[in-house]
């Protein structure tokens, strides 16, 4: 039998197709590129997705699929290239020129997170909430509405109005349980409690997460949320106990361990005076990264999880990116002075980057680009030796001084909030905070102690294993991890 | 004239009308015509002959004989033969008139041919034409006598050219016939066809004598009681009747029949000889089957039969009672019902209940009894299929067949066809339309609630279903719309019409049912990674729980033996049970060392709301569900459930009117107590009245609902009210 070459098999067939395509209107055609590209971005084919919906948008302008395409971009731009300006531009254009589509609730939806992301006042927390208030005001009946509602929520619990953040995403829980937004909905009124002091109703609300929606993202944080109140508040008092078979690092690593940090995924981080490097372990404890520094100093998280190491001389931004900092010249014509006894360093929501400068006795504050933007707080005139800094889930940025023997609670405009010690405190060495603002201070002396955010006293981690607290975190269920230097061990307090 | 023409035509049609009409089926149109105007043309002939221009009507008579002697005489129907012999008397008596007498007795003679037994009216004739036609008919006219043994055959006289004349039965007295040579025929069902020449003279008469031959045989039946069908050979051929003869009654009751109750002798003539399948069928009597065997041509006395009957009985229960009974279309009582003697066979079986219907088509038998329950479901009518294009006109029949088909696999709803005549009469009172019904139509929500409602009282269902064929290219969907009575939106579900598969998705949903109510501890619990148990947060007041004895704090580590992780294992374990039934629990103290303990917990039961979204509902099905437990149970807590969940349904259609109704008589029966209850009424009537817009009166709900102790939403374990509508009522 002569054999048929494949081509002469194919050939008709692509014939067809491009008939059957040519046969497609152009709504067809755009609305298939959009499809398209929504199915590389859900197989994470981003760049190829992103061609889709700019062909979309450049080729078939006059298409319904445009402002879904345009929309698309939005997100690609803020999601990926996390460039603010041009998903602004583009959201923009779809609530300018597609008012009336599908697209444009969404469009509104993404303008407020953008707003809502860089807000750090009450006037910018409101902007965004604004933003998503047009979603339910002109679109009532879109699959937005539940998204935008729950989002308010979140702005709300940002500007600390607890209680209203509470009953709005108890309206998404209620009214729209089968959205995407329900369980993230239903996750914040667990928080929006126990932020407002009522970590028994959180609990109820966090399992309520566990009990309607147990395969959503949000059933293990919510476990993890859950554990953490019970240990504090669950009982007559709160109780931690050692956790014996814990166990994390080994060698040298646990030398001279200057910092440690819990990191988003279950990883944890070793910064080692010793291996002058930060290690990132497993929860097997296989390391999985390790990151060189000559002189390391801190450790902590940035809001978008990564990894912030920080040295005496730069700051790592995850496992790539590097950055070195400089003052302007002290005199005109002079170099700029660079930043090289770095004691600790941390990211803003606003995206500004906090660096506690041994030699100026200050913390700096650098914008997005790195160029210098005055003091943190600004104006601040009093020197300091902050040896930490750290974010809280609600912006607020607490400040470890050494020498002071406190810890300073700001905003991120730099106004304070709140000072926890020096009374009660001995030798703080370092700090954490959990998702309910309590802040857990490792004092050489003392042990861990615990303040409620008033600054009231809640508890002190003691025991004969802890002699000497060098470094301090906490993990996702709220257990307490501490480098014990003279057991040159880190202890779990479960 | 005219105006006696009219009556005149109106006379003959009033007489020959009915009769022809009998006879003029099978006569062509064109005929008919003729006959008619043959008919109209003899009116006003006999006009003009009563008139004083005798000669005239001659003319007009001609053009009467004209039309109808043209297809022949043998080619007319009865009512042109009519029209024609009186044609030829009124010619003759004219022509007569005027003096020519032999044109007189040409017609005469021609009428006489026509219709041999023809007669002038001697009270209106002039006696000279009643004798010449008289002279006339006596030359042309003899007379045949046929007689048979057995009397009562048919004779038919066929004569020359095969044109055939039926005189009537035997025996019969001499008949006018027209001289001529004819064969006799003489037939008698049951008995052999006999022929025989005769040769009839003028003034002659000839009288023929037959004995017939039976060939035939006849069975006569007596059966107790009358009534009773006597099928032979699956045929049909008697239905027993009246009441026994007296002298009949003593051989009955020697046979052991009551003659009181025995049928008259009842023959079933013309059985062909050999055997025979008998069969004697009466309802409600048991079908009796037999052989007969004729095998001579005679008459055959059966064996009187008494029937047996064949009676069944039925008990029906319903949930809920006092359901109307309907048996066979026969309304019979009320559920419970103990039905004796019910007819065996088919029966069809229809229990009515404002909360909806069951229906089951039975087969009974004898003295079977039968105990049915009938659990009332809600029916869901069908009013119809609409195209909206053209090319779905082509697939109307053909989906809406399938439609049916698979919906009448529903398990959870009657599923009727909506008469149309019942439904198009309502929709026309409205001034409204299948069509308007449907979303996006735009119509006024009250008339879309009020027409609903009023079809639903008028068929007796709960709910509506209403298809669309939509326009695509490819007409394979049908739009299914569901719309429950007194509801203002339908919803949408889509089948490929054709495809029974495809209708799987559509019947697990409309055959789900929302459950009201659902077992309950009142003890909640929370997942740690700090415990090898669950531990109690919260154990609410009242509750089985508390009953218990469990405390918060305390860890709860097995249910029924088996080990607890995770909270949900001690809600699935729950939710496997009734309320009533026993969970036994471990527990331990929350101090560190307590011992584990055992727990009994009897579960109690929490009432549960209706989710405002939730995408696997069809709400409209829902609220069939709920107003079938409302109009089942009224006055009681479920239906007061019942009504809570039926207003937020309507909210989720944002029907908040709707919604206000039912919440204002919801907070008036729902009980005042801990979990879902006034209080919860309370809050969402708040809210209901705000979406309407009266904020005082939202105000005035909601601070009622906060002051509602412990009331919850969602649930018995849900949150509390009392916060919430605190917050909505403000400062």
């Known amino acids: 039998m002569p054999r048929i070459p494949l081509l002469a098999f194919v050939a008709p067939l692509l014939l067809l197709a491009s008939v059957a395509v040519a046969q497609e209107t152009p709504e067809q055609q755009a609305l298939r590129l959009l499809e398209d590209g929504r199915a590389y971005r859900a197989q994470g084919k981003l760049k190829q997705a992103l061609d889709n919906f700019s062909i979309v948008v450049g080729s078939f302008p006059g298409t319904e699929s445009v402002g879904a395409a345009l929309l698309e971009i939005g997100r690609y731009r803020m999601e990926v290239d996390h460039d603010v300006d041009k998903a602004r531009q583009a959201f923009e254009q779809v609530t300018k020129e597609h008012a009336r589509g599908a697209a444009a609730p969404g469009a509104y939806y993404h303008l407020g997170l953008l707003t809502l992301g860089r807000a750090s006042t009450v006037a910018e927390i409101d902007d965004a909430l604004a933003q998503f208030a047009r979603v339910e005001t002109l679109y009532p009946r879109s699959e937005w509405v539940p998204r935008a509602l729950q989002a308010s929520a979140v702005g709300l619990r940002r500007a600390g109005r607890y209680g209203e953040a509470a009953d709005l995403n108890r309206r998404v829980s209620l009214e729209y349980p089968a959205s995407d937004a329900a369980a993230a909905a239903q996750f914040e009124i667990g928080s929006a409690l126990a932020l407002s002091g009522q970590p028994r109703q959180a609990m109820e609300e966090y399992q309520q997460v566990r009990n309607r929606f147990p395969q959503s993202e949000w059933a293990q944080p919510a476990l993890e949320r859950t554990t953490a109140l019970y240990r504090l508040f669950g009982g007559a008092k709160p109780a931690f106990t050692l956790d014996p078979a814990f166990a994390a690092g080994t060698g040298d690593l646990l030398k001279d361990v200057v910092a440690i940090a819990s990191a988003p995924g279950g990883a944890f981080w070793i910064a080692s005076g010793k291996t002058k490097s930060a290690v990132q372990l497993d929860a097997a404890g296989k390391i999985t990264a390790s990151l060189p520094a000559e002189e390391p100093r801190a450790l902590s998280v940035s809001p978008r999880g990564e990894i912030l190491f920080a040295s005496s001389r730069g700051l790592r931004i995850g496992l790539k990116d590097v950055r070195s900092f400089t003052t302007p010249p002290e005199k005109p014509g002079a170099a700029p002075k660079p930043v090289e006894h770095i004691l600790a360093a941390a990211i803003t929501p606003g995206g500004f980057t906090l660096v506690s400068d041994d030699d100026r006795e200050k913390v700096l504050r650098f914008d997005a680009k790195g160029e210098p933007a005055g003091f943190f707080p600004p104006g601040d005139s009093t020197k300091r030796k902050v040896t930490r800094i750290v974010l809280d889930t609600e912006g607020g940025i607490l400040t470890l001084d050494r020498e002071e023997k406190a810890v300073r609670l700001w905003d991120e405009a730099g106004k304070p909030l709140r000072v926890f010690g020096p009374a009660g405190l001995k030798k703080p060495v370092d700090v954490a905070v959990d998702p309910f603002r309590n802040v857990y201070v490792a004092d050489e002396e003392l042990g861990i102690v615990v303040f409620t955010p008033q600054g009231k006293a809640l508890t002190t981690i003691i025991g004969p294993e802890l002699r000497k607290p060098r470094a301090l975190t906490l993990d996702p269920a709220g257990a307490v991890l501490v480098y014990d230097e003279r057991a040159e061990r880190v202890l779990r307090f479960r | ?731």
């Open chain 2, 1 to 731: 004239m005219p105006a006696r023409v009219a009556t005149i035509a109106l006379l003959l049609s009033s007489c020959l009308l009915p009769f022809a009409r009998a006879q003029e089926a099978d006569v062509p149109e064109a005929l008919q015509r003729e006959v008619q105007a043959a008919q109209d043309g003899l009116a006003r002939a006999i006009a003009e002959f009563e008139g004083s221009q005798q000669s005239r009507s001659i003319v007009a008579f001609d053009e009467v004989v004209r039309r109808l002697e043209a297809p022949g005489s043998q080619a007319l129907p009865p009512r042109g033969r009519d029209i024609l012999a009186q044609a030829y008397e009124y010619r003759g008596r004219a022509y007569f008139n005027i003096g020519l007498s032999e044109k007189a007795s040409e017609n005469f003679r021609q009428l006489v041919q026509l219709k041999p037994d023809y007669a002038l009216a001697k009270d209106r004739v002039s006696p000279k034409v009643v004798d010449l036609f008289g002279n006339v008919k006596k030359a042309l006219v003899g007379y045949l006598a046929v007689s048979s043994k057995p009397a009562g055959a048919k004779v038919t006289l066929a004569g020359p050219g095969g044109a055939r004349r039926e005189l009537g039965l035997t025996d019969f007295f001499p008949m006018e016939v027209l001289a001529g040579e004819y064969t006799v025929e003489v037939s008698r069902p049951g008995y052999q066809t006999e022929t025989r020449p005769v040769s009839i003279a003028a003034k002659a008469t000839e009288a023929l004598q037959f004995d017939l031959v039976r060939i035939l045989a006849s069975v006569y039946f007596v059966t107790q009681p009358p009534g009773v069908e006597v099928w032979v050979d699956g045929e049909l051929r008697a239905t027993t009747a009246g009441s026994l003869a007296p002298e009949l009654q003593e051989a009955v009751r020697a046979r052991g029949l009551d003659p009181i109750t025995a049928s008259a002798r009842t023959e079933v003539a013309n059985l062909s000889l050999g055997g025979h399948a008998l069969e004697f069928r009466r309802k409600c009597y048991e079908t009796v089957k037999r052989t007969l065997d004729t095998a001579q041509a005679q008459d055959y006395e059966a064996d009187p039969l008494r029937m047996e009957d064949s009676l069944a009985s039925l008990r029906l229960v319903s949930d809920p009672p006092g359901a109307r009974i309907f048996l066979n279309g026969e309304a019979r009582g009320v559920t419970p019902a103990q039905i004796d003697a019910i007819c065996s066979g088919k029966l069809h079986v229809e229990v009515k209940h404002a909360s909806g219907k069951f229906i089951k088509d039975l087969v009974l038998a004898k003295d079977e009894s039968i105990s049915l329950d009938c659990p009332i479901r809600p029916t869901l009518a069908f009013l119809g299929l609409e195209a909206a294009s053209s090319a779905g006109q082509q697939h109307l029949a053909d989906a809406e067949g399938k439609i049916q088909q698979n919906l009448a696999r529903l398990g959870s709803l009657n599923f009727i066809v909506a008469p149309r005549e019942a439904v198009d009469r309502i929709l026309e009172q409205e001034k409204t339309s299948r069509a308007a019904l449907l979303p996006g139509a735009g119509t006024d929500p009250d008339l879309v609630r009020k027409v609903t409602e009023r079809l639903a009282a008028a068929l007796e269902v709960q709910g509506f279903l209403l298809a669309l064929l939509p326009d695509e290219r490819l007409q394979r969907t049908a739009r299914l719309y569901l719309l429950a009575a007194g509801n203002t939106t339908a919803e949408s579900i889509d089948v490929i019409f054709a495809e029974s598969a495809s209708y799987g998705g559509v019947l697990s949903r409309l055959d789900g049912r929302f459950a009201n109510h659902r077992p309950w501890s009142g003890l909640l619990t929370v997942d740690t990674l700090i415990h090898d148990g669950v531990p109690v947060l919260r154990v609410l007041p009242a509750s089985p729980a508390a009953q218990s004895g469990l405390a918060a704090g305390d860890v709860v580590l097995s249910v029924d033996g088996q080990p607890v992780k995770r909270t949900a294992d001690l809600l699935a374990a729950a939710a496997a049970k009734k309320p009533g039934d026993k969970l036994a629990l471990q527990v331990r103290g929350g101090a560190v060392g307590s011992a584990p303990r055992g727990v009994d917990l009897t579960l109690g039961e929490s009432a549960r709301e209706v989710p405002l979204f939730d995408p696997q509902l069809v709400y409209n099905k829902v609220m069939m569900d709920q107003r079938s437990e409302l109009e089942g149970y009224p006055g009681t807590e479920a239906a007061a459930y019942a009504r809570l969940n039926l207003a937020l349904c309507a909210m989720h259609f944002s029907d908040y009117a709707g919604a206000h109704d039912y919440l204002q008589k919801a907070k008036a029966e729902l009980p005042a107590r801990p979990g879902l209850s006034r209080g919860t009424a309370l809050y969402y009537l708040g809210l209901a009245l705000e979406k309407l817009g009266y904020k005082p009166q939202a105000v005035e709900a909601y601070r009622a609902a906060a002051e509602a102790k412990d009331a919850t939403l969602t649930d018995n374990d849900g949150p509390a009210v009392g916060p919430l509508a605190t917050r909505k009522a403000g400062p």
